[in-house]
Structures are given as structure tokens and as C-alpha cells.
């Protein structure tokens, strides 16, 4: 088996909404398609992939670096031992060659690009969902039928107000969704709380409502806000402080009893090992969510996995950002927490294939064989146009 052709661009995902921390204006991705020369059902067979929002494109990095060792390779070097597959390790292996070790920043985002096509490749070969290839392989055998996800959003747009804000709320409801999410930390805290009580006016009860800083608190502010955010019974607060400072979000789990998350912003097994460490994570409420496409792919993101195994906890902490199907088929076939989702923003990279509505707040993975690109329409339609 070989990779026969590679094809990379940069596509805009811009708006105008803005987090606490970043405008999206400018924001873009990468896209990618493999072609190899193995032949299912009378076709070559391509593997697509693409970073998760929140990090620009990583085009330098891919179409100077990390491609050309990929096709320089020994094509033999990039197989598994039956020769008629790829295997994901020794890939990652390769294009990790000559790289020392830490500053793992956006070179992360680029391996986890190919990352992302190549298994989409390894389960297409196989004729197999990337989730079923994953719990054969990896887990116990048979994937979870369904996955719980909720709905990221509760930006700051221009101009908008509570009612707007509720009204975007109630539209994920009414889509099927149980559970959303919200931006705070744009606006004063006592502004922020009254956009949260217009949330809960429209979702409910606080469990079924998380909140997002995006790193944005220091440490008294972080606690300002875990005062105030307490009596709603969140579902969980997230990255209220910079996703290094494991410090801070020791202390702010001293002081706030309602779960907590974090992990977004973590690109290596071994950044994982020091929030478990030292970051005063508690098992038993809180929520890990690093990103698997983020960080250097699922073969990373299996040696994160590892780190939680090593201390006793299990993989139903995790519920991966992102948004996208490829960390669906992860949550499905590694029995994960759940998956995030993008129903409004981010388009056509989130969200999931067209034949699996959400219902009752989980979502089933595609029966298509690979990551199920080729049941998500509009994302296929881009493929072809900008990638053909």
C-alpha cells in the first residue's frame, strides 16, 4: 500500500463572534485529502482531516515540514506488518522525526491533521466505522450505540442582548440537545451572572448549563467568579485561568465544589501527566477535554488516555472539544464522556453526519466506513471543491 497524492488548503471559518479572549474574524483551518493506491469498491481510497476551530490554519507547518517527510518515507515504513494497511503509529513516528522534545504548540495542530486522515484511511481499508475499528482494536469490543454531546455556544456577538442569547439557547433545545454551554468573561462579572440566569431561564436546571472563560481570569478574578457562579449548581465551569497554570486550577477546586474542566489547550501526554499531578483535578466531578485532533492526533490522545489509566480514572472524564466527527467516532469507540458540538458556528467542520439527528441529547456515530465524511454533505462538498 502507498500514499499516492497529497492535497492541503486553508479555508476560512470567520465570524463575528468573539470569546472572552480571541475574535473569530480572521480564523481559518486546514483541510486535507490522501489518496493511496488500495482500491474499495472500485475506488482509491482518500482520507480527509482537518484542525479543530480555536487554532489558525497550520499550512506552513504541514506543506514545509510535515508533508514532505511523509511522502519522502519509505513507503514500507508507513504500513503495518500485513503491508496492506497504514499504520498511525509508525506515521506519527515519522513525521516526528527530528523533532525535540516540548514547545509542542502548533506543530501539534499540523500531525494532527494527517493524523486525522490517515485513520480515516485505516478504517475505510478496513470497511469499517472508525468507532467499531477503535473498540476492536483499543477497547472492549463494540463501541457505545449512542454518545452524549452538547451544544457550545453563547458567544459574544455584536450587539446582541439577553434575548438573543435566549433565544439561541431555546434553538438547541428545540434541536434535540439537553445540555449547552456558554462564553463568560467578556463582560463584568455582574453582567456575565445576568446572562447566565437568562440561559437558565430558557434551559433550566443549572446542570444542564456549563460556562467557558477560555483562560482568561487570573487567580482572583477566577475565584470572583467561582463565588458567584456557585449557587447555580453548573454543569461544570471551564478553563477559568491559562490551561498551563496547574496552580490556579488547584486552588480554584479548593474553593469551588461544583465540577470543573479543562484540558482544551493541552497538546501532549506529558502536559496531561502534570495537570493530574498538579492541577487538584477531582475524578469524581470533574471533566477532561483535551482535543484529539489538537494535540498531535489520536495517537497522542491514546497516550493521555494511558495517563488516566495509570492513576485509576477512567476514560468517562473525557469529553473532547472540537465538535466534529472524528472525535465522535474517538468517544464512541474509546467509551469517553460525551463529545461537544457546534450547531450554529464553525460550519460545515461541526457537527455530524446527516443521518443521525440528535435525540434526547446524544447522537449515534455514521454507519459509513471511516470517520463517515461521506455522510456529512456539505463538509464533502468542500472536500471536493477545494481539494479535487
Known sequence: MKITDVQERRVSIASDIENAYISFAGMDVSILAIT???IVDGQPVVGYGFNSNGRYAPSGLLQHRFLPRLMEADPTSLVDTSGSNLDPFRIWQTLMRNEKPGGHGERSVAVGVIDMAIWDIVAKVEEKPLATLLA?????????????????????????DLSTLQAEMRSYLDAGYTETKMKIGGLPLDKDLRRVEAALEVGGSGDRLAVDANGRFDLETGLA??????????????????????????????????PMATGENLFSHQDVRNLLRYGGIRPDRDILQMDPVLSYGLVEYMRMLDELRLRGISPRVCIPHGGHQFALNIAAGLKLGGNESYPRVFAPFGGFADSTPIENGRVRTSEHPGIGFEDKADLMELFRTELS
Do not use: M
Not at 449512542?146 to 453563547?154: D, E, I, K
Not at 456557585?230 to 469551588?256: C, H, I, K, M
Open 136 to 160: 476492536e482494536r483499543f477497547g472492549d469490543g463494540t463501541p457505545d450505540e449512542s454518545v452524549p454531546v452538547y451544544a457550545a455556544g453563547g458567544y459574544y456577538y455584536p450587539d446582541s
Open 225 to 258: 467568579y467561582a463565588h458567584g457562579l456557585s449557587p447555580y449548581g453548573l454543569r461544570w465551569y471551564e478553563e477559568a485561568g491559562d490551561p498551563l497554570d496547574y496552580d490556579l486550577q488547584r486552588v480554584l477546586a479548593e474553593n469551588y465544589a461544583e
Open 36 to 38: 493511496t493506491d488500495t
